[in-house]
């Protein structure tokens, strides 16, 4: 049994500037750890921003064209058209340089969710919506565009719909409901339809909410 124990196995890697460490005691029945080179330990870098498009990629969209949005976390939105690459910030018109989601629709509007409120480029140039277009905030945390082609933006203070070329915000109360309560201020951050034509709301607070084409309405247990 000594002879195992006096057998000592060490596995390991190293470069070429370090040796193999002794064990922490050199007592015959002691067994040691080693952790690995110190060129191993040394703390994980992101790559050099010269050789990435964004250190934060969050969307990506190849629109009717074959030209390809990429939605950075700072660097605005990024345009591959298949040779080059082109980038399109505050300075060039985009709402915000935080860009979340990026979609397009049946006219070939291409609609970016950005933390300065709603871009939409299209032949004519760019245009923002904000909350003086009627959205309940400018930070956007997603867009949806449902079967009829209405454009839903989720936002950090609430829900609203894009119709008649305008922004309208849905007012959410929470369930169950008392006479007097307010609409409540909450982060939709996920939007889904389903089969039946029905929207599905995922927010920050307030769990889940459903809209029928009529009633939006806050989703609770049953007898609750």
């Not at 992101?46 to 969050?58: C, H, K, L, R, Y």
């Not at 030209?67 to 082109?86: E, L, P, Q, R």
């Not at 277009?133 to 082609?149: A, C, F, Q, R, V």
Request: charged share 20%.
């Amino acid at each position: 049994m000594n002879s195992i124990l006096n057998s000592l196995i060490w596995l390991f890697l190293i470069n070429d500037q370090q040796e193999l460490p002794p064990p922490a005691d050199p007592s015959p029945t002691s067994i040691g750890v080693w952790t690995g080179p110190d060129f191993m330990k040394k703390e994980h870098k992101v790559g050099p921003d010269e050789f990435q498009i964004s250190q934060s990629v969050q969307y990506v969209l190849q629109d009717n064209t074959g030209t390809v949005w990429i939605a950075t976390g700072k660097d605005g939105v990024c345009v591959f058209d298949g040779t080059d690459y082109t980038y399109f910030t505050t300075y060039e018109g985009l709402a915000g340089n935080a860009v979340r989601t990026i979609l397009q629709d049946s006219q070939g509007n291409v609609w970016m969710a950005t933390n300065g409120g709603i871009s939409r480029k299209n032949k004519q140039g760019w245009t923002t919506y904000t909350t003086a277009n009627g959205l309940p905030d400018n930070e956007i945390l997603t867009l949806y565009l449902d079967k009829k082609g209405v454009l839903w933006a989720g936002t950090r203070k609430g829900l609203a719909k894009f119709e008649n070329d305008a922004f309208s915000t849905l007012p959410m109360y929470r369930s169950p409901r008392n006479g007097n309560d307010k609409p409540v201020s909450t982060p939709v951050q996920f939007i889904y339809e389903d089969n039946a034509g029905q929207l599905w709301f995922g927010t920050t607070g307030y769990g889940l909410f459903k809209f029928d084409g009529k009633t939006l309405e806050n989703v609770i247990k049953p007898g609750c």
